[in-house]
């Protein structure tokens, strides 16, 4: 079974709220990934997760902050966003094996964010 | 530096006619490319993807892919395009480490009843 599951599915927040997204995947994957996507165009990587530790952050504001709690979750803390991060959060998993090997990213449906 | 680029922003086929999505990519070592599909709304579903071995590669909904490492490409086909599959496609290759995806800029596919 290849499913990421992300909540909310929408969420609207004003600019100094705080909330959450959440991320799960039951498939024993080992890196898990945080993108931002802007209507009609690819995903954008903000972050990644391998073995729950950090190990990419594409150098995003830190409005955003990630936390991966255990293999299984990710999450996605929100604070004091601008209208322009309005967008869809998508999250993805890969098996993460091997150095320098390409895993399958897998997505969940995301969560469709707009901030006033 | 790696790339992928998507010729085509947008193509419109008939539903029945066969259809073509074009990917080139650019990349020094062997590449490991991607397909992928958005519904409206949705997140991204992989269609199909290339790792190595056989360059004809069969997906998911009736797709396939041809890689050609002569031009570079990794088009994605299909015989005959049903009104679902009305979406938007990505191409996409690995990044030279094991975690990051070079994405193309997408073709968005309608299809005419």
């Known amino acids: 079974d290849t499913e990421v599951t992300q909540t909310p599915k929408h969420l609207v927040m004003g600019m100094t709220n705080k909330k959450s997204l959440k991320c799960e995947q039951h498939?024993?994957?080992?890196?898990m990934y945080w993108y931002k996507q802007k209507a009609k165009k690819p995903p954008e990587l903000m972050f990644v997760y391998s073995y729950e530790k950090l190990s990419i952050n594409e150098s995003v504001p830190s409005r955003f902050s990630p936390e991966c709690p255990n293999s299984s979750l990710l999450n996605l803390h929100l604070h004091a966003l601008q209208p322009e991060d309005s967008a869809l959060y998508l999250c993805?998993?890969?098996?993460?094996?091997?150095?320098?090997?390409?895993?399958?990213?897998?997505f969940g449906p995301g969560t469709r964010l707009t901030v006033l | 530096a790696q790339s992928v680029t998507q010729p085509d922003i947008h193509i419109t086929v008939s539903e029945g006619a066969s259809l073509e999505l074009r990917c080139n990519y650019s990349?020094?070592?062997?590449?490991?490319l991607f397909w992928y599909v958005q519904s409206p709304g949705q997140g991204l579903q992989l269609l199909l993807k290339y790792f190595s071995g056989d360059t004809l590669v069969q997906g998911i909904k009736g797709f396939e892919a041809e890689f050609k490492r002569s031009q570079s490409s990794f088009n994605l086909r299909k015989p005959s395009v049903h009104w679902s599959d009305a979406a938007e496609y990505f191409c996409?290759?690995?990044?030279?480490?094991?975690?990051?995806?070079?994405w193309g800029l997408g073709t968005s596919l309608a299809v005419n009843p």
């Open positions: 990349y020094g070592a062997t590449p490991y």
């Open positions: 996409a290759v690995n990044a030279g480490n094991n975690r990051k995806l070079i």
């Open positions: 993805a998993s890969s098996q993460d094996r091997l150095a320098g090997f390409t895993d399958t990213q897998y």
């Open positions: 498939m024993g994957h080992r890196a």
